[in-house]
């Protein structure tokens, strides 16, 4: 099992970056995907989800309307669309997989983002 994000980096505040998780080793179509993300000195934090059936979503009030969740089951990928970016949103973004049974639950390595002027 494999969860590989992607698409970190630097940007200024008002940016946007596309984050892209790619996963492999499991029946990705059968869960829930979410992204995560940890700031230096906090708690690892829910930032989206979408649910493997009707892909419904989920998001973190500090988020709303500025990121977007999405999946491609075609493509084993799920993607996070953050937009209007704000220094706070600084931290390492990890992509969750769990499946909808409850029983597979993995994470990846994660992807640091830094918005900053």
């Known amino acids: 099992v494999q969860l590989v994000e992607s698409g970190g980096g630097l940007v200024q505040p008002g940016g946007s970056l596309r984050l892209s998780c790619a996963a492999s080793?499991?029946?990705?179509?059968?869960?829930?995907m979410s992204w995560h993300r940890q700031a230096p000195g906090k708690e690892r934090e829910l930032v989206a989800l979408?649910?493997?059936?009707?892909?419904?979503?989920h998001y973190a009030d500090s988020v709303k309307g500025r990121f977007t969740i999405s999946r491609d089951n075609a493509k084993n990928t799920v993607y996070l669309q953050m937009n209007s970016l704000k220094p706070e949103d600084t931290a390492v973004y990890f992509c969750?997989?769990?499946?909808?049974?409850?029983?597979?639950?993995?994470w990846g390595r994660g992807t640091q983002v830094t918005v900053s002027s």
């Open positions: 969750k997989a769990v499946s909808s049974s409850g029983i597979g639950n993995y």
């Open positions: 080793g499991f029946t990705f179509r059968s869960y829930h």
């Open positions: 979408i649910t493997s059936t009707f892909e419904g979503t």
